[in-house]
């Protein structure tokens, strides 16, 4: 009998450590994976992967959410023209200059800001704004718009499933390319 009461003691004990390891742990809720993965792309591109001997420093960068195509027509349909859009998905896009750049005839002092866009059918404005860590376009504000500038359209033959951002280097800087669906914009930038 007494063994008995050992065993379900130390049963119990036992049922009780391990409530109290992992209780705490099973209580936090994670959030679920997003469906519009958040990317980061710098200027020059192999700025996050250069040895410390190459000495290679960031001009630029930018911070934004990949929504994705999942068969729909994206502009004039989801994102529609003439609309302000957040150039992305979830927070707002974000760049970051690390000393100033020229873009169309405006100098812009380094620091963040954010991005916008007004797609239409044969050109897009490029919107850079003040505001920053702000979701989607809901609280944007014009009067916060520090240049827009406009781009031309771009048509690709295949579509983009994701909409991506990169940057091409050209003689005295760097264009932006912005893609999605058939979709292809570039920003010139002079540094």
Request: hydrophobic fraction near 40%.
């Amino acid at each position: 009998m007494r063994s008995l009461l050992v065993l379900i003691f130390a049963s119990c004990c036992f049922f009780a450590q391990a409530q109290v390891n992992t209780s705490s742990a099973d209580q936090i809720k994670f959030p679920i994976a997003d469906f519009s993965p958040a990317d980061i792309v710098y200027f020059p591109l192999n700025t996050p992967k250069a040895k410390p001997a190459e000495n290679v420093q960031p001009v630029m960068k930018v911070v934004y959410s990949r929504p994705q195509k999942k068969g729909r027509e994206i502009f004039g349909i989801l994102e529609q023209f003439g609309k302000v859009w957040r150039l992305g998905a979830n927070e707002n896009t974000e760049i970051k200059f690390y000393s100033k750049v020229k873009i169309g005839d405006k100098k812009i002092k380094a620091g963040t800001y954010s991005l916008f866009a007004i797609p239409n059918k044969e050109s897009w404005i490029i919107i850079l704004n003040k505001n920053i860590d702000r979701w989607g376009a809901f609280t944007y504000d014009e009067s916060k718009d520090v240049l827009r500038v406009e781009v031309p359209v771009q048509n690709l033959s295949k579509p983009l499933e994701y909409l991506s951002i990169t940057f091409k280097e050209v003689k005295n800087g760097a264009n932006m390319i912005i893609g999605w669906d058939k979709t292809v914009v570039e920003l010139p930038i002079v540094f």
